[in-house]
T-cell receptor
């Protein structure tokens, strides 16, 4: 089955700096890669996703890049703000969307230092 | 549009009991997936239902089961509860299996 590795497990950055979280996946048939943000005690929220026919996608301060050859994808957050503090999960699936069963990374605890 | 809802939000059971959790998807969504979240194992896929049929199943024992009704609402059942079943159980809905998933708030299950 699919295996998703996520690094780092904890990331501390100064407010205003950029943050990068990296994930690798094992199943070359995976074609959908979402990122979720989970604040303490709350549900995971989809913040951005990318499909395998696209190399990069941006949404304001957030971007995701995908390298299919190397089987890795990354989340980039620019101009970080205190409200970006949360746990971020990457995931992968082969169904084109999420409902074929998302395989999640272990999560990255992002801490924004004031 | 109302989001995904789950009931109950909190549940305390003892070992050996069984439990049923409920999930109501976003209106119009026909696919419902269930996940278990624990500090040690993270988020793990349990199963997915679409149009009342289980399409996919994760690597969990047969004590974990589910079903989906004609209105797309879904329930999951865990029988013969074990201490290790203590977790946050999340359901997620999507329009179809090719669309993004949106999570509910979860049911926090504690097994004593």
């Amino acid at each position: 089955g699919e295996n998703v590795e996520q690094h780092p497990s904890t990331l501390s950055v100064q407010e205003g700096d950029s943050a990068v979280i990296k994930c690798t996946y094992s199943d070359s048939a995976s074609n959908y890669f979402p990122w979720y943000k989970q604040e303490l005690g709350k549900r995971p929220q989809l913040i951005i996703d990318i499909r395998s026919n696209v190399g990069e996608k941006k949404d304001q301060r957030i971007a995701v890049t995908l390298n299919k050859t190397a089987k890795h994808f990354s989340l980039h957050i620019t101009e970080t703000q205190p409200e970006d503090s949360a746990v971020y999960f990457c995931a992968a699936s082969r169904g084109g969307g999420g409902a074929d069963g998302l395989t999640f990374g272990k999560g990255t605890h992002l801490i924004i230092q004031p | 549009k109302a989001g995904v809802t789950q009931t109950p939000r909190y549940l305390i059971k003892t070992r050996g009991q069984q439990v049923t959790l409920s999930c109501s998807p976003i209106s119009g969504h026909r696919s419902v997936s269930w996940y278990q979240q624990t500090p040690g194992q993270g988020l793990q896929f349990l199963f997915e239902y679409f149009s009342e049929t289980q399409r996919n199943k994760g690597n969990f024992p047969g004590r974990f089961s589910g079903r989906q009704f004609s209105n797309s609402r879904s329930e999951m059942n865990v029988s013969t509860l074990e201490l290790g079943d203590s977790a946050l159980y999340l359901c997620a809905s999507s329009l179809s299996h090719r669309d993004e998933q949106f999570f509910g708030p979860g049911t926090r299950l504690t097994v004593l």
